[in-house]
Structure formats: C-alpha cells, structure tokens
C-alpha cells in the first residue's frame, strides 16, 4: 500500500446508505465534495468498480482510496518573512503583521501571506488557498491558522464552521462603553459602495461579543471574541453602534479629535491611519491530537503606543 492509498471495508452499520455518504462516514478526514470528485475520477473504487456517488450499499464492499494532489493555488513562492508562532506537521500558526494581504487578488499579485507560504512549504501548492483556514483584512495584524495537509485543512475547516474555533481580538474605539456586550446584526455587501459591508436585514447573521478592558476619556480598549466571521464584521459591527475603531479608513468616518485632547494624542490619532483591531488569541481542538491548544500574541509597536498615549492623556 503506497503512502497515498487507503484501504477499508464498508462496515455493516452502513448498508443502505447512498456510496457518497457512506464515504463521508468512513473518510472524514476528507470532504465530502472532495470524496465525490475523487469518486467520479476513479480515485475510489468499490470491489475494484466505480459506481456512481448515488448507488446504495450493502456493507462490507472493499474501498480502496487513492488520494490525488492537485495544485489548487496560482500564487508563485517568495521569499517573504514569515513571524511562526507555531508549526508541526499539520498546522503552522502566523502573526501576520500590519499591512500584509492574505491572498492574491486585484492588485495584489505578489507579496501575500499565500506567496510567502507556499516558499515556506511547497506541499501547500496542493491544499485550497495554500492551506489557509481563515483570514484577516490587510492592516489588521495578529494570529492566522494555516493547515499543512489535507485531512488537517477539512478538520480545522469544519472547526471554523461549527463555531469551534475561539478567536479572539483587542481593539480600541471611539466613544467611552458603559460595559460590554452581545451585537447582532445581520452583515452584507453594500448597496452602493461594492467593497465595502453593512449591517442589513436581508444580510447574514453576525454576531459579536465584546468586553471593556479599559476606558479612556474619549476612547475603550476592548476584547472582543467573534461567534461568526463575516467579512469586516467587527469593523462594521462598532461602526453601526457608532463607536467605529480608531483609524478605520472605511467605517471609520473623519477623524474626530476629542475636546481638550493633548499634542502628543492628537499625533498619535492623526497618524493611526489603520483600523486598531490585533487578533491576540486562538484555541481550538488540534486536528492531530484532539487535545485543546491555544495560542496568543501581543499587539503591534503602533497599537501598543496608541494605548500608551491614550492612558497618558488627561482631559
């Protein structure tokens, strides 16, 4: 048996069920769309056969798997530096620094995070999006999980879907919160501005947690902990509670400087010209072992400083 074939037996407990579902049941290391290509490729063959995806078993047929590498990523390898706060043999954990797109798209071709890991590791040209599991928008900085084979990119994948992956994240708003709090609003594409989301009725449904860390005059440092990710759901969450993040370009409106804020603050917030959001915390179940693992890192030189100058500032 090669290193890429696998060989069961349907179990009995299965008889009855459709082919695509028994082999759901019996890989789930694999997804279940992945599994039917492979099928309708004869990748898997049942009793030295192919049948069709829809065909019901009878328990006991001899499954033989012979899993195919693709190269399902166009990005070419860079030599860009890459801050590893974790790897193994199944999954790698990033912080990515401000100003660093995750994937390659308009206008950003080269020097991604994806262009940087697939220099980092080769096998990544073979897993969905170089085995990223998740993303940040380019001037947020902080934790990314990336999976380094198959079976460890369907699991974290699935993870991410059932709401199974803690992600944490610091950020500092405009505005002074009384407390913290449960958002839950609906996000979905603009109508008019295509780049950008909004809170909208007929959006999908977001929710976002969040509690004070700290007060300032004009401003809180807040932790907050995302049940859903939608696209800029945080930004957009404070932004229709109007308390945008300081330095949001997006939703963050002109900048506002607090009455009788002093010289070195208004510096400071003058030149903050990125949204102030870190994701400081990660944990989840490792696709390995199963056993809990969590992983944190501080926040940037730029946020920190912000923090500094905000708990120094006296109204």
Request: glycine share 8%; with cysteine.
């Amino acid at each position: 048996m090669t290193a890429d074939q696998t060989i069961r037996d349907i179990p009995a407990e299965l008889a009855g069920l459709r082919l695509d579902q028994a082999l759901a049941a019996m890989f789930p290391e694999y997804s279940r769309s992945r599994l039917k290509a492979w099928l309708l490729d004869g990748a898997i063959t049942v009793d030295g056969t192919s049948p069709r995806p829809r065909d019901p078993v009878q328990g006991g047929e001899h499954v033989i798997l012979r899993a195919q590498p693709e190269v399902v990523v166009s990005a070419k390898p860079e030599p860009i530096a890459l801050d590893v706060v974790f790897e193994d043999e199944v999954l790698i954990v990033i912080n990515k620094p401000v100003g660093l797109v995750v994937h390659p798209g308009a206008g950003n071709h080269r020097g991604t995070l994806m262009n940087g890991l697939l220099h980092h590791s080769s096998a990544l040209e073979e897993l969905p999006r170089a085995g990223i599991v998740h993303r940040l928008d380019k001037d947020t900085s902080g934790l990314l999980l990336i999976a380094k084979t198959l079976p460890a990119h369907t699991a974290l994948v699935r993870l991410l879907a059932d709401r199974e992956i803690a992600r944490h994240y610091v950020a500092v708003c405009n505005g002074v919160l009384t407390g913290g709090g449960r958002i839950d609003a609906a996000i979905g594409r603009h109508r008019i501005d295509r780049k950008r989301m909004c809170v909208r009725d007929d959006g999908k449904p977001a929710v976002t947690h969040y509690t004070v860390i700290k007060r300032f005059a004009a401003h809180t440092h807040i932790s907050v902990k995302l049940e859903t990710g939608r696209t800029h759901q945080i930004r957009v969450h404070f932004a229709h509670r109007r308390h945008a993040l300081v330095g949001d370009p997006v939703y963050g409106g002109r900048l506002a400087l607090p009455a009788g804020a002093g010289e070195p603050l208004i510096a400071v917030l003058r030149k903050f010209h990125r949204q102030a959001l870190h994701a400081t915390c990660l944990e989840f179940a490792h696709p390995g072992s199963g056993e809990t693992v969590r992983f944190e890192t501080p926040v940037p030189a730029d946020f920190e400083n912000l923090l500094k100058v905000l708990g120094e500032d006296v109204v």
